[in-house]
């Protein structure tokens, strides 16, 4: 079975202050893996896909990375508009040869300015 | 306008009512989804739906049933509520000729069940 499991669950980072959002997986044939970033009362918003080991994706203040059993979300001098849960998926194969996404439970940043 | 509307955004039910939430898109995909979310659980998939003759359950689908109407519409119910139902419920979208997960997601319905 796939899982998808986050690291810390919470953080709180003074505003600049650079830090990284854990991502470790085990799953039958990756498809993917996926960073998404939720606001409160809103959505998943996704930011990027990574399909293999090696491959990094940038997007302002935002580089993910990933391995062959982890993928990283490196925050770079944060800003207060940063704040918000942070969600990882995998894509892989369902028993019943579907594609299937599975989430982690996320990671909630919390940006003090 | 929102590329993908939940409605209702909130709801409140009771023990045993049927209640439908629903879901329209203008992104123009094919594949739509229906998640919830709980603390603790991350979003876990109820039905999905590859085009409007193909449905799908799953991993946590009973209780649940749906509706592809269009293929803009995609409707959830719930035939006979349980307070163990109370969660945020995400419509989801995404068109694998473009990026197979690349979800786009509606805002969510708030469900509570009494």
């Known amino acids: 079975e796939d899982q998808v499991t986050q690291s810390p669950e919470a953080l709180r980072l003074q505003e600049g202050e650079s830090s990284s959002l854990n991502c470790s997986y085990t799953?039958?044939?990756?498809?993917?893996l996926f960073w998404y970033r939720q606001d409160p009362g809103k959505g998943p918003e996704f930011l990027f896909t990574?399909?293999?080991a090696g491959e990094e994706k940038e997007k302002e203040r935002l580089k993910a990375t990933l391995t062959k059993k982890e993928s990283f979300l490196h925050i770079t001098a944060p800003k207060p508009e940063d704040s918000a849960t942070y969600l990882c998926?995998?894509?892989?194969?369902?028993?019943?040869?579907?594609?299937?996404?599975?989430f982690g439970t996320g990671t909630r940043l919390t940006i003090i300015p | 306008d929102a590329d993908v509307t939940q409605t209702p955004r909130n709801r409140i039910t009771k023990t045993g009512k049927r209640i439908m939430l629903e879901c329209s898109q203008t992104?123009?995909?094919?594949?739509m989804y229906w998640y919830r979310q709980d603390p603790g659980l991350g979003l876990r998939l109820i039905y999905y739906?590859?085009?409007?003759?193909?449905?799908n359950k799953g991993e946590i689908s009973d209780g649940y049933s749906v509706s592809r109407q269009a293929q803009a519409k995609f409707s959830l119910s719930l035939e006979s509520a349980i307070p163990n139902q109370t969660a945020l419920y995400f419509c989801?979208?995404?068109?694998?000729?473009?990026?197979?997960?690349?979800?786009?997601f509606g805002s969510g319905t708030r469900l509570t069940v009494v």
């Open positions: 989801a979208t995404s068109d694998p000729k473009r990026d197979l997960y690349g979800y786009t």
């Open positions: 739906s590859f085009d409007v003759k193909d449905i």
């Open positions: 998926a995998v894509g892989g194969i369902s028993n019943f040869g579907n594609e299937k996404l599975t």
């Open positions: 990574l399909y293999s």
């Open positions: 799953v039958s044939g990756l498809r993917g």
């Open positions: 992104k123009g995909h094919d594949r």
